[in-house]
C-alpha cells in the first residue's frame, strides 16, 4: 500500500515537471527590455515637446497675432473708401456730362429756332407795310392780308416770340437801337419818341432790337443855370 502511493507520488511529480519544462522558463530579462524601451519612448516624447516649446516662432508665423489682423483690417477699410470715393466722383462727373450734353442739346435746338424765326421778321415787316398800302384798297382785299397777318403772329408768340414795346419808353440800348437824336423840352431823360423798325423778344431775349428815334433834353446854353459858370 504504501509502495503503490508512492509510486503515484512520483508518477505526479513526473507530470508536473513535464508540464513545466512545456512553457518554458521564466523570462525576467525580457521584462526588463520592455521596461527600457517604454523609458527611452517617454525621453524622446519629452525631448519633441521641449524642442516644440522651444519654436514659439513657428507657431506665429503660422497665425498672425491680433495687431497684423487689426493692420491688414485697416488697410482693407482704406482701399474700400478709396474706391466707394472713386466711383462717387465717377458718378458725379458722368452726372455732370449728361446735363451738360442735355443743356448744350437744347441751346442747339433753341439756336436754331432762333435763327429761324429771326429769318421771318423781315416778313412780318411787309406784311405790315402792305396793311398799310391797303388802306384805301377793298376791305376784301385788307381782312384777306390782315387773316395771314394774325395767323402768322399768332405762330411766332406760341413759339415765345412778342414785340417790343418801345414808343414812348426810356431809352435802354438793351432793347433799342437808336438811329436818330432829337431834342425834347418836354424829357428830363432820354425817351423813344419814333419807332422806325420794331423790335422783338425770343423768351425773354433780345430777337431784333427796335429801330427808334430818341428825344432828349435840350442841352442848356452857356450861362443859364445847370452849364457849371457863374454868373
Known amino acids: 500500500m504504501g ?5 503515484e ?32 519612448e517617454g525621453m524622446e516624447e519629452q525631448a519633441k515637446q521641449q524642442e ?34 472713386l466711383l462717387q466722383r465717377k458718378q458725379a462727373d ?12 437744347e441751346e442747339a435746338r433753341e439756336y436754331a429756332l432762333e435763327d429761324f424765326l429771326g429769318r421771318l ?37 406760341q413759339q415765345g416770340v412778342v414785340p417790343i414795346d418801345a414808343l414812348g419808353k426810356p431809352f435802354d440800348p438793351r432793347f433799342h437801337h437808336a438811329v436818330m437824336k432829337t431834342e425834347e423840352e418836354t424829357v428830363e431823360e432820354p425817351v423813344v419818341v419814333e419807332e422806325f423798325q420794331k423790335g422783338y423778344l425770343y423768351k425773354q431775349r433780345v430777337l431784333r432790337p427796335s429801330m427808334v428815334k ?9 450861362g443859364e443855370p445847370g452849364d457849371g459858370q457863374n454868373e
Open 52 to 85: 516644440t516649446a522651444a519654436l514659439p516662432g513657428e507657431g506665429a508665423a503660422e497665425e498672425p497675432g491680433e495687431a497684423e489682423k487689426s493692420a491688414e483690417k485697416e488697410s482693407w477699410e482704406r482701399e474700400r473708401e478709396e474706391l466707394i470715393n
Open 121 to 157: 421778321l423781315p416778313v412780318v415787316d411787309n406784311m405790315e407795310r402792305a396793311l398799310q398800302s391797303l388802306q384805301d384798297m377793298p376791305p376784301a382785299y385788307r381782312e384777306g392780308v390782315e387773316l395771314i397777318y394774325r395767323q402768322l403772329i399768332q405762330v411766332l408768340e
Open 3 to 7: 509502495k503503490r502511493k508512492k509510486v
Open 214 to 222: 430818341v428825344g432828349s433834353a435840350a442841352a442848356a446854353e452857356p
Open 94 to 105: 458722368f452726372e455732370n456730362f449728361r446735363r451738360r450734353v442735355r443743356i448744350d442739346m
Open 9 to 40: 507520488e512520483e508518477a505526479l511529480e513526473k507530470e508536473l515537471n513535464q508540464e513545466l519544462s512545456q512553457e518554458g522558463p521564466e523570462q525576467p530579462p525580457a521584462a526588463e527590455g520592455d521596461a527600457g524601451g517604454s523609458k527611452e
